[in-house]
Every structure is written in C-alpha cells, then in structure tokens.
Nanobody
Framework: QLQASGGGLVQAGGSLRLSCTSS????????MGWFRQAPGKEREFVAT????????YYGDSVKGRFTISRDIAKNTVYLQMNSLKPEDTAIYYC?????????????????WGQGTQVTVSS
C-alpha cells in the first residue's frame, strides 16, 4: 500500500529525493513519516509531516539538510535530502501515522513501505 522510490548511490554532498505513494485514500487524513535503518542499528526517526502538510518535524541528525513535503492530491510524500553524508546510508522507510499529527516513534505508525536503499559514498 506504500511504495517508496528514489533511492540510489550518491557521493557525499549530493542530493536525492525520495517519494512514497500511498494507495489508500485514508492516508490523506493521516500524518506521514520517514524512518531509516542502517545495518546493525535500530530504526531511526527521520521526519514527519502532518495530515495537511502544515506541520513538520525532523530528527536532529537531518535537521537543516532534509525536507519533507506531501502532495495530498497525489497521495505522495517526499523527502528531499541535500548535503548527504556517508552516515546517511541506510534503508529508508515511509510510513502512515495512526493520527493526523506524526510521531517520532515507530509505534505511532500503522502502515509501512518496503524501503528504498540510500548509499552515500565518501
């Protein structure tokens, strides 16, 4: 129900834009979020956006470099990633929140996409 895309290999300092499209119309009433998981590490909160796009919140490690946005008409949420660092390398997952305003905890999300790999080379 959630299809993430846009991952790939990029050099440090480069940019990528991830997309996540939901097939569920009800996702327009829910916040959306991005998480990531690097090998051997726990899943980490990246960003969340409220149901109408009016509120956003970012993890400390990506603040100022990443921007989350959404196109409600297209049921799509985006993650623009700039100034990428090798430590941003991970599988990135999008998720649908259980509420209209997102959470930094993965327990606050009901539906998850399959993930898209982002690799940043030094």
């Amino acid at each position: 129900q959630l299809q993430a895309s846009g991952g790939g290999l990029v050099q440090a300092g480069g940019s990528l834009r991830l997309s996540c499209t939901s097939s569920r119309r009800t996702s327009s009433n829910n916040a959306m979020g991005w998480f990531r998981q690097a090998p051997g590490k726990e899943r980490e909160f990246v960003a969340t956006i409220s149901w109408n796009g009016g509120n956003t919140y970012y993890g400390d490690s990506v603040k100022g470099r990443f921007t989350i946005s959404r196109d409600i008409a297209k049921n799509t949420v985006y993650l623009q990633m700039n100034s990428l660092k090798p430590e941003d390398t991970a599988i990135y997952y999008c998720a649908t929140s259980i509420s209209s305003y997102g959470s930094t905890s993965s327990t606050g999300y009901r539906y998850w996409g399959q993930g898209t790999q982002v690799t940043v080379s030094s």
